[in-house]
């Protein structure tokens, strides 16, 4: 079982939907993060948090719009997304905060299958 | 921009066999990590180096950092059809709260 913890596992929306993806860890870790996966390719940086404030965005579209309401909790809203965006989509934490990670490892929930219509 | 260059792509291989995976860069790494993740699954961290030429092993797995902290390699000896998974090098930098991940090698082991 992974500590990290993502809902819902399994997501189907059309064009027109707003939908909310969910992600709950309780290690303590100061830095989260989400990551959107294509099938047999390596995870793609979308957005980091260190103690709960935006330090990375990789130019992701504004349809895509995170939130980390506590140290625990992070979440992705979705909105008019494309056929595109179907992807695995990936939540992690690490216990570092914003300098020097170093060996700090990263912890991975098992994802949310989005699959968009 | 992908930093870090998996080799091989893909790899199929009957269960027994032993098998080397490389990950290679051009840029220097303070650690370098080493993931796997199965099918429906996150990825999960198999090992941490954090020196150079540093070798470690777990069971059938050794993983070395090149001298030059910019290159890794992960073999496997007698591989097994549980090994079969997406192996995932990132790396790291002091600096900043951003790993890089490798283009990803695909193990199948068939029984």
């Known amino acids: 079982d992974t500590e990290v913890t993502q809902t819902p596992k399994h997501l189907v929306m059309g064009m027109t939907n707003k939908k909310s993806l969910k992600c709950e860890q309780h290690?303590?870790?100061?830095?989260m993060y989400w990551y959107k996966q294509k099938a047999k390719k390596p995870p793609e940086l979308m957005f980091v948090y260190s103690y709960e404030k935006l330090s990375i965005n990789e130019s992701v579209p504004s349809r895509f719009s995170p939130e980390c309401p506590n140290s625990s909790l992070l979440n992705l809203h979705l909105h008019a997304l494309q056929p595109e965006d179907s992807a695995l989509y990936l939540c992690?934490?690490?216990?570092?905060?914003?300098?020097?990670?170093?060996?700090?490892?990263?912890?991975f929930g098992n994802g949310t299958r989005l699959t968009v219509t | 921009t992908q930093l870090l260059e998996q080799s091989p792509q893909f790899l199929s291989i009957q269960e027994g066999e032993n098998l080397t995976v490389y990950c290679n860069s051009s840029s220097v790494f303070s650690s370098l990590q080493w993931y796997r993740q199965e099918p429906g699954e996150g990825p999960v961290l198999l090992v941490t180096?954090?020196?150079?030429?540093e070798v470690k092993k777990l069971k059938r797995l050794t993983f070395q950092f090149g001298d030059a902290r910019k290159d890794s390699s992960l073999h496997i000896t007698a591989a097994q059809p549980g090994d079969t998974g997406l192996y995932l090098c990132?790396?790291?930098?002091?600096?900043?709260?951003?790993?890089?991940f490798g283009t990803g090698t695909s193990l199948t082991v068939i029984p």
């Open positions: 990132a790396g790291a930098h002091n600096t900043g709260n951003q790993f890089y």
């Open positions: 992690a934490s690490s216990p570092s905060g914003p300098h020097a990670i170093g060996d700090s490892p990263l912890h």
């Open positions: 180096v954090v020196t150079g030429g």
């Open positions: 290690m303590g870790h100061r830095a």
